[in-house]
């Protein structure tokens, strides 16, 4: 395992330590380790980090969308609305940090969502705006209602969501139902373009859906489900290679798919991931959702797992071109092994639980791999069959050919621009298997982050993550250090409660693509 030098004073061999107790659990017959108990150090160390980016944020940033922590600066590429704090408001609060909830809270209410002179992504803002408020909302009126020490300004947290959504459900007006993902306020209109692609028209069902339940205001529901109904029944067939994996580019106008390119990857990726997070959010409801999951899981299984020629026992998914495969993924795609694990544990099948961990091992080593202990953005492979002419697959270049020897990937993107997923799937994995060293794993890599990408005022993304102290910084921290890696980090280590993944063995709450946990609407399952 790799190990990073900390700048926090915790002691990692100390750390490390935690006690097993073996009881039986609910998904299965047989007893396993159930750690799912605090590990206070680890966790205490977490809230530190999430303080300190916080503390910068607060102070060289608040109100704008993301720090620049080198330079103590800030940017406002999510449209000046203050998305970190947003962002950082659901894990403010599983943290339980009074203090900034509170200050959080006196924002809200503040962002004037009627006015933007910026580009507005549908989807971003989606994920993150409303994401951030729903998760807010749901947590404050829930098992967190003692942290809210202003009752008004929770029920201003609805409002809010329901304003925000108000001003962009302009986007589903066209003609087929399929949203427009690039919009302008005042006047109210859209970029312009004639197509959008998978992810940004399949992750936004989950808040458009819980904005219509808390609100009673069952438009949001539908728009949102009659955008997504086009990405259940897809055509032209020729769009789906394989049952249930299907092209990334959906044509606004008509409804159908414009290619057969794609995989769990950016631009694809939380598709896949709200169709079985649909269901967990109500099992009567989005059955057919569960289904289309099923067949996409079961296609990738059989077609698009792969095996480096160097290391054959790892397990990564291949991107595909109709039914070519390209032997390419990335740090986003590194979220599927939890999918996986998600599915099984819901669906009670342990066939997808195995393949997810798979997974979960081989990006693991993309980690364990690199100088700094951090993943790289994307990467590539080769397996035994593949053809060295082959220009989609091609070799690695000979500066990296001993490195694709022993780790079984070569880098195409050295950055790190803080993102979460390799942590995520750690966490599912985990909540499923209790088993000690997926802990490990997030310890490991959240030392990493923590040592190389912390730097003047907050955390800043790095250059080269196969190089000594990452190569560099850029002057960046993305909201979502907040939402996702932080939060991940650490309810890996925090004890048991209503919104974790297998909470009693059952999922009381669900996490949209930004970590934010929503009230489930149906039987927890």
Known sequence: MYFSQSILAVPVLALLASNVVAIPHRRDTQSRPDN?????????????????????????????????????????????????????FSTALVMQIPEIVDTILE????????????????????????????????LLKGPLSNLASNATAVEAILAQAERLGS???????????????????????????????????????????????????????KLSQKGESYLLAPKPASSEPWPGLVGMNINIKTGQFEDAFGGWVGGADSFYEYLIKMYVYDTTRFESYKDRWVAAADSSIA???????????????????GKKLIYQSQHLACFD??????????????????????????CEDTYSSTVTGIGPESFRWVTKDTDPKDSRNPQPPA?????????????????????????????????????????????????????????????????????????????FQDSFLFAEVLKYSY???????????????????????????????????
């Open 337 to 362: 092994g939890g999918s996986f694990i998600l599915g099984g544990l819901v669906l009670k099948e342990q066939k997808y639980i195995d393949f997810g961990i798979a997974l979960v091992d081989g």
């Open 36 to 88: 799912h108990t605090l590990n206070r150090e680890r966790a205490d160390a977490v809230k530190e980090a999430f303080t300190f980016a916080w503390d910068g944020y607060h102070k060289y940033a608040m109100g704008h969308d993301e720090l620049h922590p080198v330079s103590n600066g800030y940017g406002d590429s999510r449209n000046g609305w203050g998305a970190s704090a947003v962002d950082a």
């Open 303 to 321: 077609q698009l797992a792969s095996h480096p020629s160097s290391r054959p026992e790892l397990t990564f998914m291949a991107m595909y071109d």
């Open 399 to 475: 500066d990296q050919a001993d490195f694709f020897a022993k780790s079984g990937f070569f880098i195409t993107d050295s950055s790190y621009v803080l993102r979460p997923e390799v942590i995520e799937s750690f966490y599912y994995a985990y909540r499923a298997t209790g088993d000690q060293k997926y802990r490990d794993w997030a310890w490991n890599a959240f030392v990493a982050i923590n040592s190389t990408a912390r730097t003047g005022s907050g955390f800043a993304e790095l250059k080269n993550v196969n190089a000594p102290k990452g190569g560099g910084f850029n002057d």
């Open 107 to 138: 924002y809200i209410p503040t962002i004037n969502f009627d006015e933007t002179a910026d580009e507005i992504s549908l989807f971003e803002t989606t994920i993150r705006y409303l994401g951030g408020l729903l998760s807010g909302y749901d």
């Open 167 to 221: 001003n962009l459900a302009f986007a589903f007006d066209t003609e087929s139902g399929v949203p427009t993902n690039s919009l302008y306020f005042n006047p109210s209109r859209t970029g312009g373009g004639t197509t959008n692609g998978l992810a940004t028209t399949g992750t936004l069902v989950l808040e458009w859906t819980r904005l219509g339940d808390l609100t009673g205001n069952k438009t949001f529901s």
């Open 491 to 525: 309810l890996i280590h925090s004890p048991d409660n209503v919104w974790q993944v297998e909470h009693n063995g059952v999922n009381q709450f669900v996490f949209n693509t930004e970590a934010h946990p929503f009230k489930v609407a149906g039987p927890p399952i």
